[in-house]
């Protein structure tokens, strides 16, 4: 079975920069796998996660996702994608389920209304369904941020730090409920995150990124056991300050 | 995939939930439509008071040029300010990773532009017939023309604004307010191209409202249709509008390539 994302050879130059933000990246993320993307600030995942999404068109290379090609045919995959990250938000006066209703129509979602009271059953946002999105708590948002995120049943799923100023509580919620709705639903997901404990407990394997290029990758197992390290913050911080095991692999 | 209505819908609800949240959003649409109604109603009803019959006639005209005027206005400032919206609530990010496509974005904000200038028009329409008894349909059914021809005018002047906010950020959007104020001297609302420098009259004649003004003219002070002032207007219109149609899209494209719909907002 053809993997849900499929990415080759991705190039990203921005007009007037000499060095690229994103340099020869290549995965592939299977249906119902996690893929996490990690790396520090200005590593290339926010490049990426955006050539994904269609927002950024690549200098070069390759995006099939979910069997369409992002160049010529990225509003076929769009509809069966979807994205979430705390940094962009939901327009604040409206309701939440007035947020939802609009994504429900732009993703042409059928049963409008009975999905929006699944969502809102499955995320716990009943008490909070009818209240300006503005005037939640971080942790309502997060969830409404995920029920915008699954409206149209998402086959591929692209999450930039789900669970960002998340108290614990709230965070290990999200994440369980992410683990469910994988093991329910074969959705692929891409996890861009930067805890690494999430990450961890997510993820079947890790692109380690640095300076737009992919300098490891393997399952969160394989990373602990070729550093030498017992977490993956541990991991992180070796390649980041330059002590890792000299694997560039990709470059 | 085909163009969906169902996506056309789902943007413009966004934007009437919001009205329905916020009165003074409405208010605000028929705020300075009704001011200059009854600015310019005063100025009339002096003229009208002061002068003969045919000042007083010419003095409908005003009225009729201000109300006729603020249709295109409206008409572009709601199309510019309904994307701008989307900016100010930091919403792009999710509208343009949904399979929204482009046109289906224009077609949305082409519907909210007729609904924000028919809210902000039709109280001004009638309060002018209450107060000083000028009723724009006096001039017939053409009057509907001149209507479409303005509204299709502010699209495409809104398209080139809201391409200019596509290339330079949020930092273009005073665009969105003061555009047309701008080409007022050159749309002949208050006077006929003829009065202008002869430099200055293919200006004009490049700009429909032109011809729907001096097509108002000839219906409320010869009571005639004038056909081919009419026909000029569509005709450029649709020039207009395929010309900011394509630098709209062109500059949507090279926004996809700078990364400038990551951060349009800043």
């Known amino acids: 079975m053809q993997a849900a994302l499929i990415v080759e050879g991705l190039s990203k130059t921005y007009p007037r920069r000499d060095r690229p933000a994103v340099d020869g990246l290549s995965f592939s993320v299977a249906r119902g796998a996690t893929l996490g993307l990690l790396g520090g600030n200005g590593a290339g995942k926010t490049t990426t996660i955006s050539m994904l999404l269609g927002l950024l068109v690549p200098s070069a290379g ?18 069966r994608m979807n994205f979430s990250s705390p940094y962009v938000a939901l327009p604040h006066r409206l309701s939440v389920a007035e947020n939802l209703r609009i994504y429900a129509h732009l993703y042409d979602v059928r049963g409008t209304e009975a999905r929006i009271a699944e969502l809102a059953r499955d995320l716990q946002l009943e008490p909070f369904l009818h209240r300006p999105a503005g005037e939640l708590s971080a942790g309502q948002k997060t969830r409404v941020a995920l029920a915008k995120a ?3 049943r998402p086959d591929l799923l692209l999450l930039d730090e789900p669970t960002a100023s998340l108290d614990p509580d709230t965070g290990d919620w999200v994440r369980s409920w992410l683990e469910r709705y994988r093991a329910e639903t074969g959705c692929a997901i891409l996890l861009a995150s930067h805890n690494m404990a999430e990450v961890a407990r997510l993820c079947d394997s890790v692109l380690m990124m640095k300076q737009g290029r992919v300098v490891d990758r393997g399952s969160p197992g394989e990373l602990l056991a070729r550093y030498g390290r017992d977490d993956l913050e541990e991991v992180f911080l070796d390649i980041a300050r330059g002590r890792g095991v000299g694997r560039e692999i990709e470059a | 995939m085909k163009t969906s209505l169902r996506r056309v819908w789902g943007l413009m609800y966004r934007h009437l939930a919001l009205f329905r949240r916020s009165w003074p959003r409405v208010v605000e649409l028929m705020y300075w439509p009704i001011l200059q109604m009854v600015v310019w109603g005063f100025v009339t009803a002096y003229l009208a008071g002061v002068q003969n019959n045919v000042a007083s006639v010419a003095a409908g005209v005003l009225i009729g040029g201000v109300l006729l005027w603020e249709v295109a206005i409206r008409s572009q400032m709601g199309f510019a300010i309904s994307f701008l919206e989307e900016i100010w609530s930091r919403n792009l ?22 609904v924000r200038m028919f809210v ?42 809201t391409a200019l906010i596509l290339r330079h950020g949020a930092g273009a959007e005073a665009l969105a307010w003061s555009v047309l104020f701008g080409l007022t001297p050159f749309a002949a609302v208050f006077y006929p191209v003829a009065v202008l420098p002869d430099w200055l009259e293919p200006v004009a004649l490049a700009i429909p409202a032109a011809h729907v003004f001096e097509g108002m003219r000839a219906a409320l002070l010869e009571g005639r249709i ?24 062109g500059q949507f494209r090279a926004a996809r390539v700078r990364g400038a719909l990551m951060n349009i907002g800043e």
């Open chain 1, 150 to 152: 699954l409206i149209n």
């Open chain 2, 226 to 249: 004038a056909w081919g002032h009419l026909a000029a207007c569509f005709a450029l219109n649709l020039v207009w509008l395929g010309a900011m149609g394509a630098l709209f899209l």
């Open chain 1, 62 to 79: 390759r995006i099939l996702a979910l069997g369409h090609d992002m160049a010529t045919d990225r509003f076929a995959a769009l509809a």
């Open chain 2, 93 to 114: 990010g999710h509208v343009f990773v949904s399979p929204l496509r482009p046109m289906e974005l224009v077609a949305a904000l082409v519907g909210m532009s007729m």
């Open chain 2, 120 to 161: 902000g028009v039709l109280p001004a329409l009638g309060l002018a017939f209450l107060l000083y008894g000028f009723g724009m349909w006096t001039m017939g059914p053409v009057v509907i023309l001149f209507f479409a021809g303005l509204m299709m005018m502010g699209w495409a002047v809104a398209l080139g604004v």
